[in-house]
């Protein structure tokens, strides 16, 4: 690729031909600042903030819609550069509400950062807000259109991310605004509730619908017992709202903090994802050796997946896994197995999940099955931004904590269980365990690392004693169309299927790049939290589900075996079209 030579601020960069201003500044140790770009989306030029002067230009340009080009000489910064920008900002904020003390981001919002950082401390414009209801119609995010400053990253992380297309503009001028498309409320849009919008909203437009209350609620009645659980991805992630270092491993801080906030007892998803596991591989070896069933078998453990195949691709339905998700299986068996081991009454216990996720606010109300043992088996769903939320009003030292560990017996996970975290894990975890239940041997090197990394779609061939299982990887759901469309094709023109398995998620990177996880995640972040939970499965005494020996005791002491009777009633769901 050609280099392209230029100077920025007098300073010589070289950066690859394409490279916008805004990103080869990065190279000068100068941040240009900006509203409507983020790293993930398409620079659009939104919002002007990011303007510089270039040598020749009679007008400034926008840094992130423009390339840097050979022999270019920039100019971040000067005294008129920034009074522009900070223009542009109080523009901005006359149209925005000030209402900041009592805004879901609150100390947290690009918009007041970049106030602050420019020392606004007056409005010089007449303050003409719109007071616009809010769409709470979803169980997991909240659109509040009258804090939108039309930056249009929600819009487009919908759209070109997601492929979705709940969201857009309506209206035009001053009266543009955000929006389900028709103006219909936000549950009866094809949204799929993944809250990658909330994710990128930079300020507090759009929000994941705050639980918390009721989980205190819960934990403060004597009455009550209270279990949580808390997901792969939460522990690489949650030290980013306490400072530290996307990707750093605090599962034992984690469970400490769970329990100075109250909780009864604290047990670990990944503990489920290995019963997953077991159920789903399977349901893989009864489908693909004993012809049992439509291949590709597809998973099914991110919500957001199933309500878009459900929305999109009904006719694929036949090709899910019927297995639960990790989240709603640990629930089943805390309000059955562990109720009857600890002899409590279902009735008194409160479920609460920790999820990087605003879809599992979704799953849990889903009809199909969520009520198996007989109660809602999951009460409260919080994302990764809640709990942190939790913690600090609880005033925890999270720093300070000691490493603590989870209860037993629903506690203990292997390091498949860890890796359901990121895109591929769920594959690679079911890989390990289907070689075994296909040969009766363990694989020699557990890590399958054909299906690890960011790239969209990760195909690879896995040879199981001479026989060939063809897998495919999808993330973002702008991905999946390509994988779902090579299977419909080969089945209705009655040839073998391109592929056996297919893993997907909703969110880029898989759950380690939730919608529910501390902001500002770019591909950097998201790699570097994966990196954590691939930490997490290398520290592991068992790398493979079906050696847990807190699941083989599950299915001696209740579930008896994999797709038996009691545990279709309590594992496996259904989805409707
Ligand atoms: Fe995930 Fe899950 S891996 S969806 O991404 O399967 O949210 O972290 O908890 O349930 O385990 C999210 C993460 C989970 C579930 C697990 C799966
Ligand atoms: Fe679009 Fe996901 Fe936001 Fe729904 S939650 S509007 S699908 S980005």
Known sequence: MKTITATINGIQVEVPEGTSILDAAKQTQVKIPTLCHHPDLPAWGACGICVVKVAGSPKMLRACATPLEDGMEVITHDPEIVQVRKTVIELILSTHPDDCLYCPRNQNCELQRLAAEFGVREQPYEKNIVDLPKDSSTPSIVLDPSKCVKCGRCVNVCQSMQNVWALEFLGRGDGTRIAPAGDIALNDSPCIKCGQCSAHCPVGAIYEKDDTRKVWEAIMDPEIHTVVQIAPA????????????????????????????????????????????????????????????????????????????????????????????????????????????????????????????????????????????????????????????????????????????????????????????????????????????????????????????????????????????????????????????????????????????????????????????????????????????????????????????????????????????????????????
């Not at 939790?390 to 030292?397: F, N, Q, T, V, W």
């Not at 557990?446 to 299906?451: A, F, L, S």
Request: proline share 5%; aromatic share 10%.
């Open 234 to 577: 939460v522990r690489v992630a949650i030290g980013e709202a306490f400072g530290y270092e996307p990707g750093t491993l605090l599962t034992g801080k984690t469970y400490a903090a769970l329990r100075r906030l109250g909780f009864d007892a604290i047990f670990d998803t990944n503990f489920a994802a290995d019963l997953t596991i077991m159920e789903e591989a399977s349901e893989f070896v009864e489908r693909f050796a004993h012809g049992k069933g439509p291949i590709p078998l597809i998973t099914t453990c991110c919500p957001s997946w199933v309500d878009y195949l459900e929305k999109y691709y009904p006719e694929m339905i036949p090709h899910f896994s019927s297995a639960k998700s990790p989240q709603m299986m640990l629930a089943a068996m805390v309000k059955t197995y562990y109720a009857q081991k600890k002899g409590i009454d279902p009735s008194k216990i409160f479920m609460v999940s920790v999820m990087p996720c605003t879809s599992k606010k979704y799953e849990i109300e889903r009809d199909e099955n969520m009520y198996s043992s007989g109660y809602k088996d999951q009460d409260a769903s919080i994302t990764t931004r809640e709990l942190a939320r939790m913690i600090k009003s609880a005033g925890i030292d999270f720093h300070n904590l000691p490493d603590e560990e989870a209860d037993q017996p629903l506690g203990i996970y292997t390091g498949a269980g860890t890796i359901f975290g990121v895109t591929g894990g769920v594959m690679e975890a079911a890989v390990r365990t289907v070689y075994y239940f296909i040969t009766g041997k363990e694989m020699e090197k557990v890590e399958y690392t054909p299906i690890r990394g960011l790239d969209g779609v990760k195909e690879a061939t896995l040879d199981i004693d001479g026989t060939q299982v063809r897998i495919a990887v999808a993330h973002s759901i702008s991905n999946v169309q390509y994988v779902l469309d090579r299977v419909k094709q080969a089945l209705q023109e009655g040839k073998e299927p391109p592929y056996h398995f297919i893993e997907v998620m909703a969110c880029r990177g898989g759950c380690v790049g939730g919608g529910g996880q501390p902001y500002g995640a770019t591909d950097e972040i998201r790699a570097k939290r994966a990196a954590g939970i691939y930490t997490d499965d290398e520290r592991s005494v068992y790398r493979c589900s079906h050696q847990n020996p807190a699941i083989k005791q599950l299915y001696e002491e209740f579930l008896e075996k994999p797709l038996s009777e009691k545990a279709h009633k309590y594992l496996h769901t259904h989805y409707t079209a």
